[in-house]
């Protein structure tokens, strides 16, 4: 609105006459000090605990962590489900913004209920769920042990599990994106002659490429740090179907405290550059909804 | 005086917001601020109320000093663009709120703000909630709500912006009738001349911070002293006139027989002066002006506007060279804008391409120095790029004024004579170099009055250093001065300097005085508020020394006799470190 | 009105297609299968099964936490939101980066990390427990787990709402001769409820499901310690699916109550705000 005073110009309660008073000071410093001071009690002080504990016995005790077999697959089969449940969920969360952001039909407020519902659920039910489907008494249960095929408490279990869990990410990023920016760009182009194809990847892509790695490093960092869905599913089999998650709760309750808080240094750190990309994704000006 | 600021300054970031404010607003009067966005009027009005802190002067209501007193304890009522109104209460809680906060009983609550809803024409909404009220049912609420607890002063910024025309022009109405029915000391803030001149009882016209002046609204447009002022308040052509002891010339034949203050036989000056659209008579040929003669011109385009009919009329007519030129263009050929009555037009119907003779009914002549630029070097390339200053440009476009070129081979030359018929008006640009004292001696000697020196890529300055060498060159000094500072948002600084820091504490008082006097003579007579410094030692080591400080700061410096620039001021003025501005005002030429 | 309006860009057999196959196959299918677990039972049993008292003391623990946790996150978040709007100190950006910490960091790895900082001889807990508070193994460690993966809930809801104040109210309200405390209790606060409840509600919801960070710090005493989420995993250990999907049908009613709530006043705060000017 044309002659708002930009809020730079503007005074705050402290600087403007009659506002610099003891009480407002120190009611500032007193709100700063509690912020800090609860913050610090429930975030910084585990997340400093993670590291000083990995470290506790010395640099080399931390890196011996890394070598012990049972450590090395877990992060092996974090890595793999990653690599397959993201570009899985990315997939899908093209398809369904495309669909939904870019055309009107019945039953869209149910398809995006849908796409909420995993976040709204607890872990726990999200890998029970398909325990319930394919495990030895679910639905499925005979007729997959009579194939010898094994998803529960195997790699498909956790990779569907994680799937579960994960894939309401890139969607969630990239619906409200794409129907905020419109389709007239897209509806140009195929006025234009461009085909649905070269529409998507010219067009569409480059418009929404920030929500799109915002929804990706999301989905990544949930993806190789679920717990309980995979809890649920995985059988905790050491060496076979251990995520890193699972590994640490291993280590801990067996009390290897430098073993647990060493892979959980991992993830601490790929939590970090979770955020650091989020900032710089914010940077460029990308807004959440 | 119901409102009184005394030199109110607000910085932001070293810049002045609100540049030295002063002014005086009476018991029930209507006054409005009026000028461009930027202009600090809205920062200004914010500090009256007391949401914004100011870092130097004094604000008084009803005679108490507030300046360090809350919002809440000044008594104010505010009404905001955007109606500021709580939004989930409803008008009689919105309204109420004032009485609320100092605990007034429901009852009594209730028939003040009944007795406030019939003022604003709002009976009935009581119970309304703002989502559901128009723009202008809002900003009626706001007003009402502002005079709940019987404010001293009412403040409006820019209440009607955010509203149609219609409802605009309804509101207006509104609001001078409650002015009236209350007679509340009143401040608005405006960006529309319109609204000014409908609602004031005094207007104050601001620009950069500056409050440049104030008066009645018939005052203001009739006889206004600035050029900004001149063009703000109303469409405006401004053209260069000659000012000499036959009167006024415009170059050529023509002229307009005024007596007009004469200066010595022969010298002429450079003065703007402002001719209204409506003031200009066309006729078909010059026997039948009524009106003095300006010169003849062809109709370029005509637009019809309602009551009015808006013509733009080309000078000048080809063969015959343009004598009339405007101030705030760069070469001779332009425009005049014209506007003619219905009567005018059917006397003397007018159709493109016409060919007419223009005369002035009403010429006023703006008493500003500073009238247009001339950038002077001794080629081409070099006055290429002196015009291509970034001050100079700057303070060409600020001040609606044209820089015009003119090569002078003999620049600074000592040894040339002074050349009678190739003197010099107005204001000479050179480039800062070593020597360019020289030129500014031989352009003063060639009836330049003022020699603005540039640095390359000089820039706007922040503080401007004010000084004069000897009393006689004090009130040019002043006026070149507080004409500059109207376009510069800059601080002003005067500098007294007095000889021998032996004798200090001896001389202080009587400097002090000195100091006093020349304020108040800048605030009196040419509407400057500036501050004051006062150096002991040598003058032009003086000024070198508060110019080194810092950087972006302009030196004007007046003086009475252009041999005392180069026996005194070589250094200074070959230094090519910072703009100045040389003020000459020659000993026996009457002040101007 | 036709199943679909019509419209001039490809691709809505192809993606409407692999969106509704995925999410039958991921989501739908499952939940059926939950449900038709759940409902094999006879009501009776149904009911027997959700209200052993092992179960109610696992629901007391989960919700009185969750609830408690999230009134905790209520006062503090409030408290931080403001602070990270309205005051400049220094570090403000970094730590504002970092309020969405919890919401990347693996759930069990604020299990562990928590667990140590509050046990006896933990960094804090060292402390509390000489006050003679022992928040490992107890329902308090519970409840200051769920706090902390409330936190960014409730601090990323309020602070827009801080922020979109607009700062022209409290001017006028100040001009009208309101105080700051007065200006807090009558303008800002009724402004910015909505966004409060809504994130008391999202740090609710999480809360209650909430299950790597909770159960390193919980103990897991039957009864005691022990969450809802926990109680179906040891079900389906112990093959107990029915029991188990019984117990998940509780949850997943509680969840989508929660929702319910959650999107009604999303629409509450939104007829509130209502565009003042133009």
Not at chain 1, 245 to 274: D, K, R
Not at chain 2, 101 to 130: C, H, I, K, N, Y
Not at chain 2, 478 to 506: C, F, K, M, N, Q
Request: contains cysteine; charged residues 20%.
């Amino acid at each position: 609105m044309a002659g708002v005073l930009p809020d730079a110009l503007r005074d705050d309660a402290v600087t403007r006459p009659g506002g610099d008073t003891l009480w407002a000071r120190l009611l500032r410093w007193t709100l700063i000090a509690v912020s800090l001071a609860f913050l610090a009690a429930l975030l910084f002080a585990p997340l400093a605990t993670v590291f000083a504990t990995a470290l506790e016995h010395g640099l080399r005790l931390y890196l011996a962590s890394f070598a012990d077999a049972d450590t090395r697959s877990a992060v092996r089969l974090t890595l793999l489900t990653a690599a397959v449940v993201v570009p899985l969920n990315t997939l899908f969360g093209l398809a369904a913004s495309w669909c939904i952001a870019k055309f009107e039909f019945k039953g869209k407020s149910f398809l995006i209920t849908l796409i909420d519902l995993p976040l709204a659920v607890s872990p726990v039910i999200s890998g029970m769920v398909y325990v319930l489907l394919f495990g030895l008494q679910g639905w499925f249960g005979h007729y997959l042990q009579e194939h010898g095929i094994s998803i529960i408490f195997a790699l498909p279990g956790i990779i569907i599990a994680t799937m579960f869990v994960t894939f309401p990410y890139v969607a969630r990023e990239l619906i409200p994106l794409m129907q905020q920016l419109g389709n007239d760009e897209e509806e140009a182009a195929i006025t234009m002659g461009a085909g649905a194809w070269m529409t998507f990847f010219r067009v569409t892509l480059p418009k929404v490429r920030w929500g799109l790695i915002y929804g990706v490093i999301l989905c990544n960092a949930r993806a190789m740090g679920e717990f309980g869905a995979v809890s649920v599913v995985s059988g905790h089999i050491r060496g076979l179907t251990n995520t890193m998650p699972l590994h640490i709760e291993i280590l801990y309750n067996e009390y290897n405290f430098v073993g647990a808080f060493a892979v959980a240094s991992l993830l601490t750190l790929l939590a970090v550059l979770t955020l650091v990309i989020k900032t710089l994704v914010e940077r460029t000006g990308y807004k959440r909804r | 005086m119901s409102i009184t600021l005394d030199q109110v300054t607000k910085l932001y970031q070293g810049v002045p917001v609100v540049n030295d404010v002063s002014l005086d607003i009476g018991d029930g009067e209507f006054f409005v601020l009026l000028g461009p966005s930027g202009s600090g009027k809205s920062t200004l009005l914010r500090a009256i109320a007391g949401l914004t802190g100011v870092d130097h002067g004094r604000i008084a209501l009803h005679g108490r000093d507030v300046t360090h007193v809350a919002a809440r304890r000044r008594g104010v009522g505010l009404v905001f663009q955007n109606y500021a109104l709580f939004r989930h209460m409803s008008v009689a809680d919105n309204i109420e709120f004032a009485l609320r906060v100092r605990r007034m009983r429901a009852s009594a609550r209730r028939e003040r703000r009944r007795e406030l809803l019939r003022l604003v024409a709002l009976e009935g909404m009581d119970q309304r909630l703002p989502a559901q009220l128009s723009g202008g049912q809002q900003q009626r609420v706001a007003v009402a709500r502002a005079l709940a607890h019987k404010p001293e002063v009412l403040l409006l910024d820019e209440p009607f912006g955010a509203l149609d025309a219609k409802i605009r022009e309804e509101l207006r109405r509104t609001i001078r009738e409650v002015q009236r029915e209350l007679g509340i000391t009143t401040v608005l803030v405006t960006h529309d001349q319109e609204e000014a001149f409908a609602l004031a009882d005094r207007i104050g016209v601001m620009n950069l911070g500056r409050l440049l002046e104030m008066g009645r609204p018939d005052d203001l447009y009739a006889r206004p002293t600035t050029r900004f002022v001149a063009t703000f308040l109303g469409a405006a052509n401004l053209l260069l006139v000659r000012q000499s002891s036959g009167g006024l010339s415009f170059g050529g034949d023509a002229s307009v027989n005024r007596s007009a203050e004469s200066t010595r036989p022969g010298r002429e000056r450079e003065m703007v002066a402002v001719l209204r659209p409506e003031e200009v008579e066309l006729a078909p040929d010059r026997s039948e002006l009524t009106a003095s003669y300006l010169t003849h011109g062809t109709v370029e385009e005509i637009l019809f506007g309602g009551s009015l009919e808006r013509m733009r009329v080309r000078l000048g007519n080809g063969a015959v060279n343009a004598q009339v030129v405007r101030a705030d263009s760069d070469n001779g050929t332009a425009f005049l804008e014209v506007t003619r009555s219905q009567h005018e037009q059917r006397a003397f119907p007018l159709a493109p391409g016409q060919t007419v003779a223009i005369g002035a009914r009403r010429l006023h002549v703006l008493p500003t120095p500073l009238s247009s630029f001339t950038a002077c070097a001794t080629s081409d390339a070099q006055a290429l790029v002196v015009c291509r200053n970034p001050l100079l440009t700057e303070l060409a476009v600020r001040m609606k004024t044209r820089v015009a070129t003119r090569i002078e081979p003999t620049l600074g030359a000592t040894a040339a004579s002074p050349d009678e018929s190739a003197s010099f008006v107005g204001a000479a640009v050179i480039g800062a170099r070593p020597g360019a004292v020289d030129c500014t001696e031989w352009l003063l000697r060639r009836g330049a009055e003022e020699v603005l020196i540039l640095p390359e890529n000089a820039v706007p300055p922040q503080r401007v250093l004010i000084h004069w060498v000897d009393e006689h060159a004090r009130r040019a000094t002043l006026a070149v001065s507080a004409s500059l500072l109207r376009h510069v948002a800059a601080e002003a600084v005067y500098v007294g300097i007095l000889p021998g820091a032996g004798t200090a504490d001896e001389q202080r008082p009587l400097g002090m005085r000195a100091l006093l006097d020349a304020r108040s003579e800048a605030q009196s007579v040419h509407g400057l508020d500036m501050r004051t410094e006062l150096h002991f030692g040598d003058v032009a080591r003086e000024l070198a020394r508060a110019l080194a400080e810092s950087p972006g700061q302009l030196l004007i410096l007046g003086v009475s006799d252009p041999a005392v620039l180069g026996e005194r001021f070589a250094a200074l003025l070959d230094a090519t470190a910072w703009p100045l501005l040389i003020v000459y005002q020659p000993p026996d030429a009457p002040r101007r | 009105m036709a199943f679909r309006r019509p419209s001039v860009l490809p691709g809505f057999g192809l993606t409407f297609g692999f969106t509704t196959f995925f999410l039958s196959a991921i989501v739908l299918l499952p939940l059926a299968a939950l449900v038709l677990m759940a409902a094999s039972m006879s009501w009776e049993q149904f009911l027997h099964v959700v209200s052993t008292p092992r179960a109610l003391g696992a629901y007391r623990l989960s919700f009185g936490a969750s609830l408690l946790a999230a009134g905790i996150n209520l006062v503090f978040g409030f408290i931080i939101a403001w602070t990270l709007v309205r005051y400049q100190f220094p570090g403000r950006r970094l730590i504002d980066a970092l309020i969405d910490m919890p919401f990347a960091l693996p759930t069990a790895v604020s299990g562990i990390a928590l667990t140590t900082v509050f046990a006896e001889n933990g960094w804090i807990g060292r402390y509390l427990s000489l006050a003679g508070i022992h928040v490992a193994y107890t329902w308090i460690g519970v409840t200051v787990a769920l706090t902390l993966i409330g936190m960014p809930f409730m601090v990323r809801t309020v602070q827009p709402a801080i922020a979109e104040v607009q700062r022209d109210l409290e001017d006028a309200a100040e001009t009208l001769g309101a105080g700051r405390l007065y200006v807090f209790r009558r303008i800002i606060l009724p402004t910015v409820l909505p966004a409060m409840l809504t994130g008391f509600t999202l740090a609710f919801a999480r809360a209650v499901g909430e299950y790597g960070s909770v159960i390193f710090i919980a103990g897991n005493l039957p009864m005691k310690t022990e969450i809802t989420p926990l109680l179906i995993v040891i079900r389906l250990e112990e093959f107990d699916y029915r029991g188990a999907a019984a117990l998940g049908v509780v949850m997943l009613v509680i969840s989508f109550a929660v929702l319910l709530a959650i999107n009604l006043l999303q629409a509450w705060g939104r007829r509130r705000i209502v565009a003042t000017g133009r």
